[in-house]
């Protein structure tokens, strides 16, 4: 017999259809509870709001890429552990369409709205672990000297700008491959 999805992933997994289906806002926890077969009580038992709901998904969505990276270990040289960061966000978003839509969603929405002041937090922890690690590299003589904001779109935009415009069915090893070596040329130093 299969393996059934225990309470609260069914409820994650609603609510993320929800969420993509009808926009945050205007996706209920009524909408949630209709999608999952879950009690309104069974919920609230996992989740204290709507927001807390799209946080568990958020963080749900980063560890699934974190996965796909799970090559990198501390101290590693910068140009592995961009390669694989790259490659895993390729690899992952390709795989998981519905969870990298939202997430980029979730960027954008998390500024603007308050009852997703954990999101937006969870994203600030993010880039500053990020911006560190690359602070790191930097000091170590691995990567250019540049301001975190571009060379985290130097790595990465070209890798979120290639999932916008995708078709899941793409060769994810060879895509992976190509904007891994583009975001590693991006930022080495010359001459590496």
């Known amino acids: 017999m299969p393996h059934e999805p225990d309470r609260r992933t069914q409820i994650l997994d609603a609510a993320l259809a929800c969420f993509l289906d009808r926009g945050y806002a205007a996706t209920s926890i009524a909408d949630i509870r209709a999608g999952s077969g879950a009690s309104t009580g069974s919920i609230y038992h996992f989740f204290s709001n709507k927001g807390a709901l799209a946080s568990a998904l958020v963080e749900r969505a980063v560890a699934g890429w974190g996965a796909a990276t799970a090559a ?3 101290g590693m ?4 552990a961009i390669r694989a960061s ?6 992952w978003g390709l795989e998981r369409p519905a969870e990298r839509r939202f997430l980029n969603e979730m960027r954008s929405l998390a500024r603007l709205d308050p009852t997703l002041a954990d999101v937006d937090q969870y994203f600030a922890r993010g880039a500053l672990a990020a ?6 590299y930097r000091e170590r003589g691995e990567v250019r000297d540049l301001p975190w904001p571009v060379a985290h779109a130097l790595m990465l935009g070209p890798a979120y700008d290639f999932l916008r415009h995708a078709d899941p069915a793409e060769a994810p090893a ?6 891994a070596d583009a975001a590693w040329d991006a930022v080495r130093l ?3």
């Open 72 to 74: 990198i270990q501390p």
């Open 86 to 91: 790259v490659s895993g966000l390729v690899i």
């Open 190 to 192: 010359q001459g590496t």
């Open 77 to 80: 040289p910068a140009e592995a």
């Open 131 to 136: 911006s560190a690690l690359y602070a790191e």
């Open 174 to 179: 060879q895509a992976a491959a190509l904007l």
